[in-house]
C-alpha cells in the first residue's frame, strides 16, 4: 500500500511530528511505501527511508495553506490513501485534494481545533463542552465549520479516545465514520532508557513533582504553583518541575514570585524527548491538573517509567486512570492537594500503583495501534 502522511515530522518537535516519524517509519518496516508531506524549509528528502516533502511555513496562513495545497495535489494522485494528521490545519488542504485528486483520506483527530485557537485568542472564555453550544465570532464560526467540513469529506476519523468520538458525533458526523484508536507506546524504550538519579539532575533528596506539556491555560498548571506552599509546610523538601512551553510561561513565573516559591518551582522550557525521559524517572509523582484533554501522551509516558500519575477526572484522562488502581483521577484542588501529599508519604503504596500502571501500558502497543490503523486503511482502498 502507498500511503500520504500529511503533518508534521521532525525537526519539528512534539508528539505529533514524534508520531508522523514513529509512524512513517513503522509503516515502511511493514511493507508499505510511505510519503510524508509536512512543513519546512522546501525540499524532498529520504529520511530513514521515508520520503519527505516539505512546503514553505508561511506566517501568512492562507499562503500556508495554499502552498501545502499545491504540494498535496503534485504528490497525492501517486499515492492508495491519504492520512491527514489533523482536521484544519494540514486537514483542509489534504480534504481538498482529496475532493479534486479522488484519493481516499482518513483523518486523525485529537482535539477540537476551533475551541483551542479561539480559548487561546480570548474568543472564548468556556470551556470545551460548553463551547460547542455557546455563541461564537466570525472567526470561531469559520474554525468550526473548516473542521466539520474536514469532517464530513473524509472517508473515516481516527479519534484516541472515547471523549473525542462523542464529542465529533455532536458536531454532525455519524458515529460509525469513527474510529477509536490509542495512542501507541513503546514500552521497551521507556523500561531501558533514562535511568538517572536525582543527584544527577541536581535535585539531591528533595521529593519531585513533575508536570509537562504546551503552557496554556487549560492545562492548570497555574493551581499547582498555588498549592506548592501548603504541600512545603507539610513535606518542605519539595520541588515543582514544569517542562515545556508555551503562551502561558510568563504569567506562570509571576505567579511563582508572588507565592514566594521561586526557588522551588523549576521551569526548564521546551527540552529534548530523552531528557524528559530522564526526569519522569527521577520524579517522585507525575501531575495533569487539565481542564481539557483528548487522550494525554504524557500520562502514559508517565506510567511507563514507573512515576505514580494523579490526572484531572476530565476528558479521556478516565479511559487510561483508574482511580486508586493505576493511577489517581481528582475532581478539586483539595483532591489534587490530597493527593499528592498521600503519594509522597506512602512509597509502599505507590509500588502496587506502579505495577499496575505498567500492566496498563501493555495495552497500549504499537503493534494493536499499527493493526487497527491498516485495517482502517485497506478497507478504504478499492
Not at 495553506?65 to 492508495?80: E, G, H, I, M, N
Amino acid at each position: 500500500m502507498k500511503i500520504c502522511i500529511i503533518g508534521p515530522f521532525p525537526p519539528m518537535i512534539g508528539g505529533p511530528a514524534t508520531y508522523s516519524y514513529e509512524l512513517a517509519r513503522k509503516l515502511k518496516a511493514r511493507g508499505h511505501e510511505v510519503c510524508v508531506l509536512t512543513f519546512g524549509k522546501p525540499k524532498k528528502e529520504v529520511v530513514d527511508g521515508i520520503i519527505v516533502i516539505r512546503a514553505p511555513r508561511s506566517r501568512v496562513f492562507v499562503k500556508r495553506y495554499l502552498d501545502l495545497l499545491l504540494l498535496a495535489l503534485r504528490v497525492v494522485p501517486k499515492y492508495d490513501l491519504i492520512y491527514a494528521q489533523d482536521p484544519v490545519s494540514v486537514g483542509l488542504p489534504a480534504a481538498i485534494a482529496k475532493k479534486l485528486s479522488k484519493i481516499p483520506l482518513v483523518t486523525k483527530i485529537v482535539g477540537d481545533f476551533a475551541w483551542e485557537i479561539s480559548f487561546q485568542k480570548g474568543w472564548t472564555s468556556t470551556y470545551i463542552e460548553d463551547f460547542q453550544k455557546s455563541k461564537k465570532t466570525s472567526i470561531t464560526r469559520l474554525l468550526c465549520y473548516a473542521e466539520k467540513f474536514v469532517a464530513k469529506i473524509s472517508d473515516e476519523i481516527v479519534v484516541p479516545c472515547n471523549y473525542l468520538k462523542k464529542l465529533i458525533v455532536g458536531w454532525g458526523i455519524p458515529s460509525e465514520k469513527i474510529t477509536v484508536i490509542p495512542n501507541a507506546i513503546d514500552l521497551q524504550y521507556y523500561v531501558n532508557n533514562g535511568d538517572l538519579t536525582k543527584k544527577n539532575l541536581g535535585f539531591g533528596d528533595f521529593r519531585i513533582i513533575l508536570t509537562a506539556g504546551r503552557l496554556v491555560p487549560w492545562k492548570g498548571i497555574d493551581a499547582l504553583i498555588k498549592i506548592m506552599p501548603e504541600i512545603r509546610k507539610k513535606i518542605p523538601k519539595t520541588l515543582l518541575v514544569i517542562i515545556g512551553d508555551g503562551p502561558e510561561m510568563p504569567k506562570l513565573r509571576k505567579l511563582a514570585q508572588v507565592y514566594g516559591i521561586t526557588d522551588f518551582v523549576i521551569f526548564t522550557g521546551r527540552i529534548e524527548r530523552e531528557l524528559v525521559l530522564k526526569y519522569m524517572k527521577s520524579s517522585d509523582i507525575f501531575v495533569l491538573f487539565s481542564q481539557y484533554e483528548g487522550m494525554p501522551h504524557t500520562i502514559l509516558e508517565a506510567m511507563a517509567c514507573g512515576t505514580p500519575v494523579i490526572a484531572s477526572n476530565k476528558c479521556g484522562n478516565p479511559e487510561i486512570i483508574k482511580d486508586s488502581i493505576n493511577g489517581f483521577l481528582v475532581n478539586s484542588l483539595d483532591e489534587l492537594k490530597e493527593k499528592i501529599l498521600f503519594s509522597l508519604s506512602h512509597p509502599k503504596d505507590m509500588e502496587k500503583i506502579r505495577q499496575n500502571a505498567l500492566d496498563t501500558v501493555k495495552q497500549y502497543s504499537w503493534e494493536q495501534h499499527l493493526n487497527k490503523l491498516e485495517k482502517i486503511f485497506f478497507s478504504h482502498i478499492h
